[in-house]
């Protein structure tokens, strides 16, 4: 474990500093179906504490993800005070990067507060996020106590920052017809989350990414199928605006748009039976099967996850 810090510690300089010291022991719960299921399916852990005023003091780093499991505790050497603890696992310098608004400044030890730090996404100059970003972890513990010459234990829950599109489109235009078969459709993804806070929420404006289709499986010439690895699916940002994730189905032979739709508030959010109406559920999901009829006789038909959308809410261009 790496640990790069500032510990500051009240103690007077005639006292053994043992007896004014603290720890605090921390563990992690990743659930799934009402099981631990924290393990090496988290690349890493990165953990930062802040004082009680959201002062930035200091990162602990695990690496070794052989490590993790149920009985994993990440200890850290503390002086009696009040501390917020935010956990990152996945953080890494290729993927991601951190910063305070604008994103240029790395967090600063005793400069940085906590409500300007951010993680974002990495990317070219044109937003395009131009690799399969890596899976990506959240957790945090705020406003906790250290108590002196104590053993002080919190569970950090984490929730996992990345998701999986599977996306499959029929219908598409047989060759020979007027619009051209898919070998000349190209497909990405738009979504507007590409920072995060330390509370795990959208930042407000964040800039729109585009998500490249990470490669095509079981085509023919009308279906498609397809990939794609974004970042953690939200319904709101942190001012509670609308947060879009839409496909873009694009003709290459004609120069315009064949299909689009936001595949949250079009699609996954209307499943029947509620089943995705809740950022909860959302977040239970790792993994979102669509499938998109685009059937020109009857009009868009869905279904996620093999639950049927009531409303599609858009059309075929």
Known sequence: ??????????????????????????????????????????????????????????????????????????????????????????LNDTHYSLGGPGGTVAPVIGETHIDDMLVRVACNHSSEVTFIPATQFHGEALDRSVVAGHANDITIDLVRNSTEIQLTIL???????????????????????????????????????????????????????????????????????????????????????YHTADLLHDYIYKTEGEKYNTQAKIDEVDLFRIKIDLNPYVGVSVTVNDFKVHSTGSVIQ
């Open 1 to 90: 474990m790496v640990a790069v810090c500032v510990v500051l510690t009240g103690c007077d300089l005639a006292e053994d500093e043992t007896d004014c010291m603290g720890e605090m022991h921390l563990t992690f719960r990743f659930t799934r179906e009402g099981q631990n299921n924290f393990g090496p399916q988290v690349p890493s852990l990165s953990v930062f504490v802040f004082d009680q005023t959201g002062i930035f003091l200091g990162r602990w780093d695990e690496n070794d993800n052989t490590k993790f499991g149920s009985d994993y505790v990440m200890t850290l050497p503390l002086s009696p005070g009040t501390y917020s603890f935010v956990a990152w696992g996945g």
């Open 171 to 257: 219908g598409l235009p047989e060759p020979g017809t007027r619009v051209s078969p898919f070998t000349q459709m190209s497909l990405w993804l738009n979504a507007a989350n590409g920072g995060y806070d330390f509370h795990n929420l959208i930042e407000y404006a964040a800039q729109t990414m585009t998500y490249r289709e990470q490669g095509t499986d079981g085509a023919t010439d009308n279906a498609l199928v397809t990939s794609f690895h974004t970042l953690r699916m939200q319904l709101k940002d942190r001012n509670n605006s609308n947060i879009s994730y839409k496909y873009i189905l694009w003709n290459s032979q004609t120069a315009s748009v």
